[in-house]
């Protein structure tokens, strides 16, 4: 069982960068797919999350109207799409499986109780 999560780096205020979380090793589609963020003397915090029937999305206050997650099943794979980038975004991004088989239209950014984990990716916005 494997999540992993790449696609971060440097960037500058304003501007964008696209998350990848890949998943193999389970059904990706019995799983909602969360992306979590935890910057430095933080608590780790829910930032989006869609459900395993990935017909329904969820923001945190912080990033929508900014932040886009999707997710192409062929690839086993959720984006997270992250415009007009703040330094406040920069952070250790997660992402993280937790199992809906019998909730497909479920999905939740707390980060108790989910089944797998990736290792993070570190994003940092430049002022």
């Known amino acids: 069982v494997q999540l992993q999560a790449s696609g971060g780096g440097l960037v500058q205020a304003g501007g964008s960068l696209r998350l990848s979380c890949a998943a193999s090793?389970?059904?990706?589609?019995?799983?909602?797919i969360g992306w979590f963020r935890q910057a430095p003397g933080k608590e780790r915090e829910g930032v989006s999350c869609?459900?395993?029937?990935?017909?329904?999305?969820y923001y945190a206050d912080s990033v929508k109207g900014r932040f886009i997650i999707s997710s192409d099943n062929a690839k086993n794979t959720v984006y997270l799409q992250m415009n007009s980038l703040k330094p406040e975004d920069t952070a250790v991004y997660y992402c993280?499986?937790?199992?809906?088989?019998?909730?497909?239209?479920?999905?939740?950014?707390?980060?108790?109780?989910?089944?797998?984990w990736g290792k993070g990716t570190q994003v940092t916005v430049s002022s």
């Open positions: 869609i459900s395993s029937s990935r017909g329904n999305t």
């Open positions: 993280a499986a937790d199992l809906t088989l019998y909730r497909r239209n479920y999905c939740r950014a707390e980060d108790y109780g989910m089944d797998y």
């Open positions: 090793g389970f059904t990706f589609d019995d799983y909602a």
